[in-house]
């Protein structure tokens, strides 16, 4: 079973993705609607909060834990998988992945295992654009990680501040779409009206709101959306390492939340209309 953690429910569009790529392969998705959102808190509180969720779904049979969350990803990935779990009970049977490396891995067109330029990229003179919530932009790690392995990139950051939120609360597509040009335009100021080659949709609710960005971006944009960006290289992943799968198969799907299941199962629907009703997580809300 493969667990994947989140901070909210945005990472339903994530797992929608993963389930119909591998439908032999059960689910099992933590999201920690106690302690959202993450993007108020400090960084020590959000890789404890990460840390507590991925050792839940390790307790609960997953062998492998995908951090569906960008803020998670940015402030805690590196450290759980460098300094905590070679350390923890977990050791050797167990791996933490994030969704950040199989975005710069597409944006780049290079493993993240190389991280020094490389013919041709290094000679890559692009212009990506990282559309995201005001902690994954501030965190740095998309320009961080994108000019290490393209150096003569430009990599031009925009925050969407509101636009996860009004995601999430329905709002109607003529606002979502105010909201989209709104990303769009603040993006095109700071590149003097230069369009992107490439866009990073680096938020998990963005993905609803894709056709809207689409409409605004120049045709030959290509826009990286994280569900299908991560399935993919999961999908590698699993081939180089099977054992992470486990012995267990069938479509099983195990949604748990820190918070109401009630109203985590209602709000779950604007990410995934069919998804199926929550559990209250066996961890206890923090």
Request: net charge neutral.
């Amino acid at each position: 079973m493969i667990g994947v953690f989140d901070s909210g429910l945005g990472g339903l569009t994530v797992l929608r993705a993963l389930v119909a790529r591998f439908p032999q392969v059960p689910f099992l998705y933590l999201g920690d609607q106690a302690n959202v959102p993450y993007g108020d808190r400090s960084s020590p509180e959000v890789l404890e909060l990460t840390r507590q969720g991925v050792e839940t779904l390790f307790g609960a049979g997953c062998k492998l834990a995908l951090l569906g969350c960008n803020t998670a990803t940015a402030v805690s990935a590196r450290h759980l998988q460098q300094k905590w779990l070679p350390t923890s009970r977990w050791r050797g049977e167990h791996n933490v992945l994030g969704i950040v490396a199989p975005t710069v891995e597409a944006a780049t067109q290079t493993p993240w295992a190389v991280s020094t330029p490389q013919y041709p990229q290094k000679y890559n003179t692009d212009l990506i654009a990282v559309f995201g919530t005001t902690r994954t932009i501030t965190s740095g790690v998309y320009p961080d990680e994108i000019r290490k392995r393209c150096p003569k990139v430009t990599v031009v950051q925009q925050v969407c501040a509101r636009l996860a939120g009004a995601i999430e609360e329905k709002a109607p597509e003529d606002e979502l779409d105010a909201l989209v040009v709104e990303g769009v335009q603040g993006m095109l100021d700071q590149t003097g009206g230069v369009p992107p080659h490439r866009a990073i949709l680096g938020c998990t609710h963005f993905p609803l709101v894709e056709h809207l960005f689409r409409r605004h971006l120049p045709p030959f944009a290509r826009i990286l959306s994280q569900p299908e960006v991560v399935a993919d290289s999961l999908e590698d992943y699993l081939a180089r390492h099977p054992r992470y799968m486990g012995e267990e198969r069938g479509s099983r799907l195990i949604l748990t939340t820190t918070g109401d299941p009630a109203e985590a199962s209602a709000r779950a629907r604007v990410f995934w209309p069919e998804v199926g009703a929550f559990e209250r997580s066996a961890a206890v809300a923090r």
